[in-house]
């Protein structure tokens, strides 16, 4: 496509269960990122995928996140055992170049609501 | 380590009027600075970048920024608001201290007056 894909674009679900939450990137882009966006606060790093190297884990919050990059291209973030303090927009971006040269190019999110 | 302080977390302007928002960067190299904007439900665009060459940075819809190491800012502006400008505003800095992953300010949320 053309541009980044997020899916589902709205999501409510019940405190205590897994959900997944899916990013299509840009076709030809090795870099991904997954982001967290809460009420009224800035972007909060997850997760970063870069080629085939290891991923960057460290800005996810707790052992119930987790994510994966199939074959270079589409990923998974997923959140076990959801609670109420997961609801907030999950923003995937990609970009082509190292981002110091380059600029990221972000889907719509997903907005996860936890009852 | 980088850091990104964007000084007003809201700004209100009348259409036709100037806009400025107001970003203070600290990073230990040369950063790469950059303004996104989000409009209500979308994702993230990017508006304009700074990665060491000139100064002053023109972006899309006339938004221009001017990159000033002595006083490490990096203040966005534009001389005429239009409606559309409703938004809310990042102002994102990366360098190699922190593998080049970007740090994002807290956001200006921008409303304009007819």
């Known amino acids: 496509g053309a541009g980044v894909s997020q899916s589902p674009s709205n999501k409510v679900t019940e405190k205590g269960k897994d959900v997944e939450l899916r990013c299509d990137p840009i076709?030809?882009?090795?870099?991904l990122y997954w982001y967290r966006q809460s009420l009224g606060q800035g972007l909060e790093f997850l997760i970063y995928?870069?080629?085939?190297?290891?991923?960057?884990k460290s800005g996810l919050p707790s052992d119930r996140f987790s994510a994966e990059r199939t074959g270079g291209s589409v990923s998974t973030l997923t959140i076990q055992r959801t609670q109420q303090e997961d609801s907030a927009v999950y923003l995937c971006?990609?970009?082509?170049?190292?981002?110091?040269?380059?600029?990221?190019?972000f889907g719509e999110g997903s907005r996860l609501t936890v009852l | 380590a980088q850091s990104v302080t964007q000084l007003d977390s809201h700004v209100s302007v009348s259409e036709g009027t100037p806009v400025l928002l107001r970003c203070n960067y600290s990073?230990?190299?040369?950063?790469?600075l950059f303004w996104y904007v989000q409009h209500p439900n979308k994702g993230l665009q990017l508006l304009l970048k700074?990665?060491?060459?000139?100064?002053l940075v023109k972006g899309i819809n006339g938004f221009e920024a001017e990159f000033k190491k002595s006083e490490t800012s990096f203040h966005l502006t534009k001389p005429s608001a239009h409606m559309s400008d409703a938004a809310e505003y990042f102002c994102v800095v990366s360098d190699k201290s922190n593998d080049y992953k970007l740090s994002f300010g807290a956001g200006t949320t921008v409303t304009v007056r007819a």
């Open positions: 971006a990609s970009s082509r170049l190292a981002i110091y040269h380059g600029e990221l190019f």
């Open positions: 076709s030809g882009h090795t870099a």
């Open positions: 995928f870069q080629g085939n190297s290891a991923p960057d």
């Open positions: 700074y990665t060491s060459a000139a100064t």
């Open positions: 990073s230990s190299y040369s950063p790469s």
